[in-house]
């Protein structure tokens, strides 16, 4: 399913689009920015998730929107102000990002 998602234009357009906002949200230069939708199968969690990820000040910094990249709203966002509580400490341990 999630195959065939990745040669849609719209697909690629919404990932390009989310990508552009956090780098707008979080005033980043043209450094490292992950946007992907991830499968869940875990009770409780959404069927499909986007993960974000970029790289500021040589720190990774991620978080989660629990829904399909192509219904993610600038909104959905976290605030410029978060962005140092995004960082992930040197030890962090993530299979999702």
Not at 34 to 52: D, F, K, N, R, S
Request: aromatic share 10%; with cysteine.
């Amino acid at each position: 399913m999630l195959q065939s998602a990745w040669k849609n234009s719209d697909h690629l357009r919404a990932l390009d689009r989310v990508r552009e906002w956090v780098r707008a949200r979080f005033s980043l230069g043209e450094g490292a920015i992950l946007v992907a939708e991830v499968a869940c199968a875990v009770p409780g969690c959404p069927p499909i998730e986007t993960a974000i990820a970029f790289w500021s000040d040589e720190r990774r910094h991620h978080f989660k929107v629990f829904k399909p990249v192509a219904e993610v709203t600038d909104g959905d966002l976290p605030p410029y102000w978060m962005k140092r509580a995004l960082a992930v400490s040197d030890d962090f341990q993530c299979e999702c990002c």
